[in-house]
């Protein structure tokens, strides 16, 4: 098989680059999009480029968990730029022009059980991006563990908690330049504008997909 050249690409916003305001501008999101993560998926891309198929051909998510497996000269670059590329991906699914409702469902009952009640789960994670020193970002994320199944954690840099076995239901990005041009130094206030477009079916389905992988996981004999 002939595996292109650029085989990571940067995915298409399923709204317009004005459609969050007036909570996230358009230029914000010009920029972060077109030119921020797009800049981590060439940086990827090029990185990749002379390595054998093996690697090449590997898709974002494989890369990030067996990095022991991607050569050392390259390994920080492919780390740093897959998780770009990864973890805006995943940004730009959990914002949409709908959004700002309650959760509902599986994912609603689950926060009432966790945080006590969704204002308690926003005003924590509000904190913790607020408190995230430096670039990062802030998560809720599934632990797979029955008891405990929620869980607010922040990363720095662009990592991502799939590489703590932690799977991501919901994001927001804390870097400057996911704010500074409406927000300026007040993240708090970015932080806090993010519910009025936040995606909950999207962080919905993917806590369904979380438990049914567990699911899936108990009902298959271990060898
Ligand atoms: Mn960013």
Redesign the pocket.
């Known amino acids: 098989m002939n595996i292109p050249a650029t085989i990571h690409q940067l995915p298409a916003l399923g709204y317009a680059m004005s459609a969050l305001e007036p909570y996230i501008d358009e230029r914000t999101m010009t920029l972060?999009h077109d030119q921020?993560h797009a800049a981590y998926v060439t940086a990827l891309n090029e990185a990749l480029a002379s390595e054998p198929n093996a690697i090449r051909s590997k898709p974002a998510e494989w890369l990030l968990l067996n990095l022991h497996e991607v050569p050392e000269p390259i390994r920080t670059t492919v780390r740093r730029n897959v998780g770009g590329h990864l973890n805006?991906s995943l940004l730009w699914l959990a914002m949409t022009p709908h959004g700002g409702s309650a959760p509902s469902g599986a994912i609603g009952e689950a926060i009432d059980q966790s945080f006590g009640r969704l204002k308690n789960f926003q005003d924590r994670f509000e904190e913790a991006g607020s408190r995230q020193f430096g670039s990062g970002w802030v998560w809720l994320v599934h632990t797979r563990n029955g008891d405990r199944p929620l869980k607010i954690v922040t990363t720095a840099g662009h990592d991502n908690p799939l590489e703590q076995g932690l799977y991501p239901l919901l994001v927001n990005?804390v870097?400057e330049?996911?704010y500074y041009l409406k927000h300026q130094n007040r993240r708090n206030e970015f932080l806090h504008d993010f519910w009025s477009v936040v995606n909950w079916a999207e962080a919905g389905r993917r806590f369904d997909q979380a438990m049914q992988s567990i699911v899936l996981e108990a009902a298959t004999p271990h060898q």
């Open positions: 972060h921020h805006h990005d870097w330049h996911a």
